[in-house]
Nanobody, 123 residues
Framework: QVQLVESGGGLVQAGGSLRLSCAAS????????MGWFRQAPGKERNFVAA????????GYADSVKGRFTISRDNAKNTVYLQMNSLEPEDTAVYYC????????????????WGQGTQVTVSS
């Protein structure tokens, strides 16, 4: 049974940093594209970042480029999202997701999802 568990969310002031983790219980983790998405209240779930199976390629939403960094440790079956210079607009529930292939930015690409972790940025 596949399980993705996010952690590391919380309340932070604008300009601060958080590091999210996603621990995956999934066979052949190193064969999956891993992505981070976020969903604010009353809004759609949007792409934040993704990383290739080997970790050699990454992609980011324009709104987080230069502030967020995605990484993975295949030995630990874990993907990370380092978030710096946080802004109130970053407030959302953050989800990690796993996919075998597809367009990274689309939610329909991903087969498995975590339950999410809340990130709140105060002004």
């Amino acid at each position: 049974q596949v399980q993705l568990v996010e952690s590391g969310g919380g309340l932070v002031q604008a300009g601060g940093s958080l590091r999210l983790s996603c621990a995956a219980s999934i066979h052949y983790f190193s064969s999956y594209i891993m992505g981070w998405f976020r969903q604010a209240p009353g809004k759609e779930r949007n792409f934040v970042a993704a990383i290739s199976d080997s970790g050699g390629r990454t992609g980011y939403a324009d709104s987080v480029k230069g502030r967020f960094t995605i990484s993975r440790d295949n030995a630990k079956n874990t993907v990370y999202l380092q978030m710096n210079s946080l802004e109130p607009e970053d407030t959302a529930v953050y989800y990690c997701a796993a996919a075998r292939f597809g367009i990274w930015t689309q939610t329909t690409t991903y087969n498995y999802w975590g339950q999410g972790t809340q990130v709140t940025v105060s002004s």
